[in-house]
């Protein structure tokens, strides 16, 4: 997580800032808040692969306890992967 940005929570990872916000609502906290922009793209191209169950249990596991989307867990994974193959081909 960075560091720079002020949390209401005061959680130290995604799942904790999660557990916090089931547990109360951001009326009570409104006056805390700021106005953002963002964007978002949802031209974004997605690839759906499956995975031998036992293994996907295992990576949902790893996420989990990590406090990230088995999303996230893997496509880091293959990201770095692909960085190796990409490297040792060089």
Request: hydrophobic content about 40%.
């Amino acid at each position: 997580m960075d560091e720079n940005k002020s949390s209401i929570s005061k959680a130290e990872s995604y799942r904790e800032i999660g557990e916090f916000w089931d547990s109360h609502d951001v009326a009570d906290f409104w006056d805390q808040t700021e106005e953002v922009e963002f964007e978002v793209n949802l031209d974004s191209d997605v690839r759906m692969v499956t995975l031998e169950p036992n293994l996907a249990a295992k990576a949902s596991k790893l996420a989990w306890e990590k406090g990230i989307s088995l999303q996230t867990l893997l496509n880091l994974w293959v990201r770095e992967k692909l960085d190796e193959a990409e490297q040792l081909a060089q």
